[in-house]
């Protein structure tokens, strides 16, 4: 327990420090949060191979021939959602190494792994490993209906009419008595 006083002093250093300010100083930290990397930010983590990922955005960008800005942006999010999919069959194969054979560290699937058993606090890493996972799948699905959406009404040319929102009440409770 610290002193009143102590706790002004350390609540005013707080105010003093602002993170790096060059690019370099920037960089060096910004991966300091990055855990299993299932959620990150960024797509390409340190020790992955980028000429893979480019390829993957390339091979996609083939097949899928977007068309416009939304359109790429949604093959991209496919392309993002497919590699973190591939990391996490890492991480699955990590968790296991790390659960059946204790703290081993020779692999980066293993280092995958005990990154993920750490961040779960220990708690069951492969229920928790299959919620991701079933997001991310999600994820990948939505991004593909809807770019197989615009792209069939740009080949419709507009003649197919866009899906309406609809508000659903599943409360049970008239309208009146709300």
Known sequence: MSSARKAAAN???ALKSTGPKT????????????RHGLLSEEILLPGEDEEALRELAQGLSA??????????????RITSLLWRLRRLGRVEAGVFIQESYGDVRDSDASTLGLSFIRDGN?????????????????????????????????IAAG??????AVDVDISGVPEGDR
Do not use: W
């Open 11 to 13: 609540r005013q250093n």
């Open 23 to 34: 690019p370099d100083g920037k960089a060096a930290v910004r991966l300091n949060a990055l």
């Open 63 to 76: 097949e899928l021939q977007p068309v416009g800005e939304l359109e790429g942006l949604l093959v991209d």
């Open 122 to 154: 220990g708690a069951n890493a492969f229920s928790k490993l299959s919620r991701y996972e079933t997001t991310m799948e999600r994820g990948l699905y939505k991004a593909l209906h809807e770019l197989q959406r615009l792209q069939a009404n740009r």
């Open 159 to 164: 003649s197919i009419p866009l899906p309406l």
